[in-house]
Nanobody, 125 residues
């Protein structure tokens, strides 16, 4: 069983930066692909960014490209989402997710096995 705990959310102004962290407990962390998703009020959960098991492959939603960076530190069982130039439309609850399936489709929330509880990011204009 893998448990995920997000941290780093908060209230910021447009143009600011935040770094979200997701700490994982449990064995074989390095075997999991990791993703970040978000859900704004009255909207469906959407893909933000993901990183492959070994860290060689990263993938971003168009809304995150050139502003967000996903990374992982397998030695700390933690992965991160660096967010720059935040916009009000980035306001959402952000969730981290882990999936152990080989060939996992990184953008598909249904492919992930474990989820964190979410952390709120609010960007004021």
């Amino acid at each position: 069983q893998v448990q995920l705990v997000e941290s780093g959310g908060g209230l910021v102004q447009a143009g600011d930066s935040l770094r979200l962290s997701c700490a994982a407990s449990g064995p074989t962390f390095s075997r999991y692909s990791m993703g970040w998703f978000r859900q704004a009020p009255e909207k469906e959960r959407e893909f933000v960014a993901a990183i492959s098991r070994g860290g060689a492959i990263t993938y971003y939603a168009d809304s995150a490209k050139n502003r967000f960076t996903i990374s992982r530190d397998n030695s700390l069982n933690t992965w991160y989402l660096e967010m720059k130039n935040l916009k009000p439309e980035d306001t959402a609850v952000y969730y981290c997710a882990a999936g152990g399936k080989i060939g996992l489709r990184l953008t598909m929330s249904s492919e992930y096995d474990y989820w964190g509880q979410g952390t709120q990011v609010t960007v004021s204009s």
